[in-house]
């Protein structure tokens, strides 16, 4: 008897398995028709440096059917020699393979993919694509992954203890540090482009010398081609990475025709016996997370030159010598709120109660612009000592300035410009000095060339206007013989 309820509970223990299973393998569908979607057909990673691990991209694969589906496999098409790697809601998968993966009705599973390309041996981006395949209820359906492979000169916190030159064949990609010896000078040559990874710093201890010409500009920008939150590219955020820092006492920085964007600043440092010295000209240095450029007892020149968006102030000069002419400093930083002028000039310092003293040798500033959204910014500030002695010889002329009105002895013909109205306020001093975030398409990004009604047009003082007959794109100011403030001569 005992035998017979024994195998009774046996013979129900299986059929309820058997149910179970039954139950199961019903709420499968395998109805060909029934297929996934995706959220895109597409991966694109934009182009990527090889060698060096991607981000990670995503997409959404969706079940939109009344039952289940098992998808009976998940690959990359070209199997263990794939440059691509996966993981699809967790699962990882083995030989660049998974099997059986359920998605519940109405569900969705969560698709991570990587890459790392090997080197192209080609100067030029090499395009390379790959199919991933899911395979449902005998369905073959497939998702592109697609990338631009770039072969770069990799710097990892290099030191360059001789005089070196880089050029325009490969990009050069720099993480940590990329050091200038003291004595040494990194030259760049026209079209060199710079990628600079989260957080590198370029250190001159030494000098750089940077060569671009109006049609081969140099580029030192953040090493990330993909986009960030509402569809923004990360080129177009700043703090992408750190700094550079030019601190050789005796240091001889030229760049031409550079532009930097998407760091933090260029930050100069002197003493009050020899001032280093750098010379920016036709350079665009745009979207730093603090000062465009702040020098300290350094020799500062700036002409042609477009220095805009930055969180602290675009030019801010500590005591030493500053040449400024025909350039455009526009402030319009979005990303945080800023307190700093768009150019702040001061002869001293005060740190806990003591005065530091930064005499200003010479500071010129001649037919530029000085703007922004903040109510002043212009801020001159100088002292004296207790025997009257700290120098601050300064001229400004010839400039439209964004400020209330003041009075000095060191200002000539300078055209105000001021509002109470603070944040939101259109002017039309530049073509666009806005963009939408919101909805950004790149079209409508900032651009700091003259509006066609600008207070900038026609009142530049001409033999200023004659040492740099040329704007920063190479238009020739002096064609109509009324040229224009800034960095942009505005053409009929």
């Known amino acids: ?113 990587e890459v790392t390309f090997k080197e192209n041996t080609s100067n030029l981006p090499v395009y390379i694509a790959e199919n991933l395949v899911f395979i449902t209820n005998g369905n073959t359906q497939k998702i592109v992954l697609e990338a631009y492979s770039q072969d770069a000169v990799v710097l990892r916190n290099k030191t360059l203890t001789e005089n070196t030159t880089f050029t325009s064949e490969k990009p050069y990609l720099v993480f940590g540090n990329l050091v200038i010896a003291e004595g040494k000078t990194l030259t760049l040559n026209a079209g060199t482009r710079i990628f600079m990874h989260k957080n590198a710093n370029i250190i001159a201890n030494g000098n750089i010398v940077s060569k671009g010409t109006e049609n081969e500009r140099v580029t030192i920008r953040c090493d990330r081609f993909d986009l960030a939150y509402t569809n923004v590219p990360y080129d177009y955020l700043p703090a992408q990475w750190g700094a550079i820092y030019l601190q050789n006492e005796t240091g001889e920085n030229i760049f031409k025709n550079t532009t930097i964007r998407s760091g933090s600043g260029i930050i100069l440092y002197g003493n009050s016996i020899i001032n280093t010295k750098l010379r920016l000209e036709n350079c665009i240095i745009h979207n730093m997370s603090g000062f465009g450029v702040i020098s300290q007892f350094g020799n500062l020149e700036i002409i042609n030159t477009e220095i805009s968006n930055c969180g602290s102030s675009c030019v801010a000069v500590f005591g030493g010598k500053l040449k400024m002419a025909h350039s455009t400093i526009a402030n319009y930083f979005y990303w945080a709120t800023r307190k700093d002028p768009a150019v702040f000039i001061t002869n001293f310092y005060v740190k806990d109660k003591i005065l530091h003293q930064f005499p200003i040798y010479s500071a010129v500033v001649e037919n530029s612009i000085i703007f922004g959204d903040n109510k002043d910014e212009l801020v001159l500030k100088d002292t004296v000592d207790a025997n009257g002695k700290i120098m601050f010889n300064l001229l400004i002329s010839n400039c439209l300035i964004k400020a209330q009105k003041f009075e000095r002895p060191e200002l000539e013909n300078i055209i105000w410009s001021y509002s109470a109205i603070q944040f939101f306020k259109t002017d039309t001093v530049f073509e666009n000095p806005t963009v939408n975030w919101g909805n ?10 003259l509006a066609e009604n600008s207070r900038a047009k026609d009142v530049a003082n001409v033999q200023v206007a004659a040492q740099y007959p040329n704007d920063l794109l190479g238009k020739n100011r002096l064609a109509d013989s009324k040229p224009d403030l800034g960095a942009y001569e505005k053409q009929e």
């Open 1 to 113: 008897m005992k035998y017979l309820i024994k195998n009774i509970v046996i013979f129900g223990i299986v059929a309820a398995i058997f149910s179970l299973s039954s139950c199961i393998n019903d709420k499968f569908s395998n109805d060909p028709s029934h297929k996934l979607t995706f959220s895109a057909d597409t991966l694109s990673f934009d182009t990527l440096f090889s060698t060096i691990p991607s981000y990670t991209a995503e997409l959404m694969i969706y079940n939109r059917n009344n039952k289940a589906l098992k998808i009976s496999s998940v690959y990359l098409e070209n199997g263990t020699n794939s440059v691509f790697r996966f993981n699809l809601d967790g699962f990882v998968p083995n030989a660049n393979l998974l099997k059986n993966i359920e998605i519940a009705a109405h569900d969705s599973l969560f698709l991570l993919v």
């Open 440 to 449: 950004f398409d790149g079209k409508s990004y900032y651009n700091f060339q």
